[in-house]
């Protein structure tokens, strides 16, 4: 298992072990986390599952591929560290993670 | 009952999928403490559909993926379950709903989230073992194991089950031929320049394709499907028959309690029912779409969930989410389509990118205001176009159409 936290826009953190093999958007959303909302379900599809990635952990959570990417452009509040969480897969090397959410998923 | 008061009413949800499975997790969501009662008619806790005619045919998700939420977290939350729980009567005065069981569950609040079933083809031999729907994921578990190397597939209807499953029956190694009625496929969902683009790129694919072309009959022997009779006379041999030909809105159950049906369930703004107490929400819900002024029935996880944040909203009396515009998905080898919108009484298009190097958009103007786009492997598009079409301002053309002009400068 894997700890990572969310926290919400409003402060609110959620600590959650989540399996290696889910992604951190699949962590937030079957743990019911408010503010994660993947309409698509992980297809990459939507960018509703917008998080910024505290930047400690940023090398470790990989490159964005040329989909992400162009989703993200069209974001709403996008910084540096955003990553759209379900092109985020979970393993151990990420025990600890903390990533924050947006105000909105819009 | 006040929003405070309501923090503690039984809300009762008929239908455990996504949108049924969702209103109980917004409900918590927002702070929502009192019972919740979930009934949903198959086995299965609420999991996902989408990847059943992609992921899950392919074998690349399982029953734990599909999940909305894990077993443990009902029991936590406090949601009852009734599974396998079939609701058959709604009693409005007493405000009670009553399973086939004979149980009857009383509620503050009723959500319906019936979904829709999927239509079925009434010709000889519909019953055929082997001729199959895909809807549930107990349908695709029947017809994941109909296909595999060599295995032949027909698939009746060019829609986008019918298109998604005949992608990930290829990548098994199956033979597939689709038969679709109209001249062209997908012809009620989108767009000719759209519909001759799939159909090319799944011939190149190894997939055949009877259009304009009617099912008389399935034949079969001992009691198995054998083979697709066209109207034409053709035999067209198959393993495996996949029906994909639309679906209907379960609400049946809505209409005999009285409420207002058209198609659907007719709702609100905020996805209430005529009556106060009652919701619908969903493939099942005849919604009003503001953008575009009018009454519809969607069938996407999109509007899924954002009924199912309506619903929740409203119970709670909290400030309902921000109106969406509607969007669809559909992954196909390696095509990603987005589209944003609906074409109503769109009266030109406008093509963009490259559709021979399967990259580009298609938009849908009505005078100069974006209506929808169709966006294959095109992200770009479909972001900026979702959000012009949700802004209502007029659109340029030209710059539309011209790549040297990036999608962030036209929606500017």
């Known amino acids: 298992m894997a700890k990572i936290t969310y926290i919400e826009h409003d402060g609110t953190e959620h600590a959650l072990d989540v399996k290696p093999g889910l992604t951190v958007m699949e962590g937030a959303v079957k743990n019911n986390v408010p503010g994660i909302d993947a309409d698509c379900g992980g297809a990459c599809a939507c960018a509703t599952c917008h998080v910024y990635v505290d930047e400690a952990w940023l090398a470790k959570t990989g490159d964005k591929s040329a989909m992400e990417e162009s989703m993200l452009d069209f974001a709403e509040n996008v910084e540096p560290n955003s990553r759209l969480s379900c092109q985020i897969k979970v393993t151990d090397a990420l025990d600890g993670l903390v990533v924050r959410l947006p105000e909105s998923q819009h | ?412």
């Open chain 2, 1 to 412: 009952m006040s929003a405070e008061a309501n923090q503690n009413a039984c809300v009762v949800i008929v239908g455990a999928g996504h949108a049924g499975g969702s209103a109980a997790a917004f409900l918590r969501q927002y702070g929502h403490e009192g019972r919740i009662v979930l009934i949903g008619d198959e086995p299965l806790l609420p999991y996902q559909r989408p990847p059943l005619s992609k992921a899950w045919l392919k074998g690349e998700a399982d029953a734990d993926s599909l999940a909305l939420k894990p077993a443990d977290w009902y029991g936590e939350n406090n949601v009852f379950l009734r599974l396998s729980g079939v609701a058959e009567r709604i009693n409005r005065s007493a405000k009670t709903v009553t399973l086939a069981s004979g149980e009857a569950i009383s509620y503050d609040f009723l959500i319906l989230a019936t979904g829709a079933r999927a239509r079925q083809l009434p010709i000889p031999g519909a019953d055929l073992a082997g001729v199959l729907a895909l809807r549930t994921a107990a349908d695709a578990e029947l017809l994941k194991h109909a296909l595999g190397l060599g295995k032949r597939l027909a698939v009746i209807g060019g829609g986008y089950v019918g298109l998604e499953a005949a992608a990930s029956a290829r990548a098994l190694g199956a033979e597939v031929v689709v038969v679709e009625r109209e001249s062209r496929v997908l012809a009620r969902v989108a767009c000719e320049t759209l519909s001759t683009f799939f159909q090319d790129y799944h011939r190149a694919r190894g997939v055949a394709f009877e259009l304009n072309a009617g099912v008389e009959a399935f034949e079969g022997a001992d009691n198995h499907i054998r083979g697709v009779r066209l109207s034409d006379g053709r035999l067209l041999p198959c393993d495996v028959a996949l029906v994909g030909v639309g679906a209907i809105p379960n609400d049946e159950l809505a209409k005999d309690a009285g409420l207002a049906t058209a198609n659907g369930v007719v709702v609100g703004l905020d996805a209430r029912t005529d009556d106060p107490a009652i919701f619908a929400i969903g493939d099942v819900a005849h919604r009003p779409l503001p953008l575009y002024e009018r009454q519809f029935r969607l069938e996407s996880v999109p509007n899924a969930l954002e009924q199912a944040k309506q619903a929740a909203s409203a119970i709670l009396g909290r400030p309902g989410p921000a109106p969406e515009v509607p969007w669809f998905w559909s992954d196909q080898y390696d095509l990603k389509l987005q589209i944003a919108g609906l074409p109503f009484e769109a009266d030109r298009q406008v093509v963009r990118g490259d559709v021979a190097a399967a990259k580009f958009a298609v938009f849908h103007l009505k005078g100069d205001l974006l209506q929808a786009v169709e966006a294959v492997n095109a992200p770009p598009e479909f972001m900026a176009g979702k959000q012009l079409i949700a802004k209502r301002t007029p659109v340029n053309a030209e710059k539309l159409a011209d790549t040297s002009v990036s999608m962030k400068e036209v929606a500017a």
